[in-house]
T-cell receptor, first 114, second 112 residues
Framework: AQSVTQLDSHVSVSEGTPVLLRCNYS??????LFWYVQHPNKGLQLLLK??????LVKGINGFEAEFKKSETSFHLTKPSAHMSDAAEYFC????????????FGGGTRVLVKP | DGGITQSPKYLFRKEGQNVTLSCEQN?????MYWYRQDPGQGLRLIYY???????QKGDIAEGYSVSREKKESFPLTVTSAQKNPTAFYLC???????????FGQGTRLTVV
């Protein structure tokens, strides 16, 4: 079994300040973890993925995430928020042993203030 | 360009009518998925298919049906048995082993 908890449903930051989106997961397998971004009325775009290689993963648009097995966490960060980062973000867990079924967190909506 | 195409982008139907949402991919992916998205509820899995002519129910399959006759296509039918069909529907595909999914742009279905 696998599950994902995104600890904040909404995050508000000022432009130019750091962004932190928190994600905790549970999996009976060796998981792959992903962060996706969704802009209004659009599909989901992959930001980055962890698949058992380096624990610090760099993605697109300046985002990065660190896999911490001991804490079962996969938090997403960005040093300096941009107005275009306003969107909804999803943390996702998958495992080959689970048929690569994707399990989504509830999402975190990010608001960027000028 | 390779990708996933969902059509139509917006769809309106009368209550009690069946409606079929199209999903086509030219990425040569084996696995395809249908998700439903409601405000504040994230994405919920309706059906998924790991190979042609085979598919499995997801977490909220009641009132929906699918087929997978071709690798490229995974249409979703929303039947009259679905009690609350108004939602945003997302189709995705993935290479089996990698697990990373690619998403279409979605279809917003409104039942009136």
């Amino acid at each position: 079994a696998q599950s994902v908890t995104q600890l904040d449903s909404h995050v508000s930051v000022s432009e130019g300040t750091p962004v932190l989106l928190r994600c905790n997961y549970s999996s009976s397998y060796s998981p792959s973890l992903f962060w996706y971004v969704q802009h209004p009325n659009k599909g989901l775009q992959l930001l980055l993925k962890y698949t058992s290689a380096a624990t610090l993963v760099k993605g697109i648009n300046g985002f990065e995430a660190e896999f911490k097995k001991s804490e079962t966490s996969f938090h997403l960060t960005k040093p300096s928020a941009h107005m275009s980062d306003a969107a909804e973000y999803f943390c996702v867990v998958s495992a080959q042993a689970a048929g690569n079924k994707l399990t989504f967190g509830g999402g975190t909506r990010v608001l960027v203030k000028p | 360009d390779g990708g996933i195409t969902q059509s139509p982008k917006y769809l309106f139907r009368k209550e009690g009518q069946n409606v079929t949402l199209s999903c086509e991919q030219n990425l040569n992916h084996d696995a395809m998925y249908w998700y439903r998205q409601d405000p504040g509820q994230g994405l919920r899995l309706i059906y998924y298919s790991q190979i042609v002519n085979d598919f499995q129910k997801g977490d909220i399959a009641e009132g929906y049906s699918v087929s997978r006759e071709k690798k490229e296509s995974f249409p979703l039918t929303v039947t009259s048995a679905q009690k609350n069909p108004t939602a945003f529907y997302l189709c995705a595909s993935s290479i089996q082993q990698a697990g990373e999914a690619f998403f279409g742009q979605g279809t917003r279905l409104t039942v009136v």
